[in-house]
């Protein structure tokens, strides 16, 4: 058993290499992408809907109140990237029940990667939603001196968002590993089933730290109401 898929090496030609990381993180998108493509090509308008479109909307419905819950007001905007977020990580959980799989959520590189996309989504929703200038302006707030802290910030929350989602996974992993050496029958399966809510939390809880880092740039700012007038 890998602790990580970055161990597993399929091929390798100097520096480029085709590791367990990459390899299942294509596994992932393609069956994404295919079941996406599967499950929207026969939507109906009206009213007599199959079982899997009203199941899909209820699972689309869901993701939008919570994103709406967060303080984004039109969610329908945010679903794209929020959703595939949490799809992606809820995904990479439950193909631990595959034999063989190890999820690419265990390598730092791809939560890395994950939290650089949130990194890059923030400013381009502030930046639609307020434009440039009122973007920029949200770093010099409430005085310029906040400017480096608030830079600092930024880079942090990045930062900490990959390393809580690679920390948690990686540690299921380890203890599965540990328990497969001293009772191979039964804590496993236990844990299995553990790592799998885990893993879902974990996606709930990365999807809903986006769309909150989303909503505090997307917010603008209330001026200070002006001072009343003294009595003379």
């Not at 993180?25 to 308008?45: D, E, F, I, N, Q």
């Not at 899997?52 to 209820?58: A, D, P």
């Not at 802290?149 to 930062?159: D, Q, W």
């Not at 809903?208 to 740039?217: F, Q, W």
Request: overall charge positive; some cysteine.
């Amino acid at each position: 058993m890998h602790l990580s898929p970055d161990q597993i090496v399929y091929w390798q030609y100097g520096f480029l290499k085709l590791n367990g990381t990459i390899a299942f993180t294509w596994a992932l998108m393609l069956v994404l992408t295919l079941g996406s493509a599967l499950v929207t090509r026969k939507l109906s308008m009206d009213l007599n809907r199959s079982r899997w479109q009203n199941l899909l909307e209820i699972v689309v419905t869901g993701i939008e109140k919570q994103i709406e819950d967060v303080g984004l007001r039109h969610p329908e905007k945010y679903i794209g990237f929020l959703g595939t977020l949490f799809l992606f990580i809820a995904l990479a959980s439950l193909c631990t029940i595959i034999p063989g799989y190890e999820p690419p959520t265990g390598s730092l590189s791809t939560t890395a990667a994950l939290a650089l996309c949130v990194l890059v989504a923030v400013p381009m929703f502030g930046i639609e939603e307020q434009g440039l200038g009122g973007y920029l302006k949200s770093y010099v707030e409430p005085t310029i001196i906040m400017l480096p802290f608030n830079i600092i910030s930024e880079l942090s929350r990045t930062l900490a968002l990959a390393v809580r989602l690679f920390g948690n996974m990686m540690s299921g992993t380890m203890i599965l590993a540990i328990l497969l050496t001293i009772t191979p029958f039964i804590f496993p399966i236990a844990m299995s089933a553990l790592g799998l809510l885990t893993g879902m939390v974990q996606a709930y809880i990365f999807s809903i730290l986006a769309g909150v880092y989303i909503a505090s740039a997307t917010r603008a700012r209330k001026p200070r109401p002006a001072p009343a007038p003294t009595p003379s």
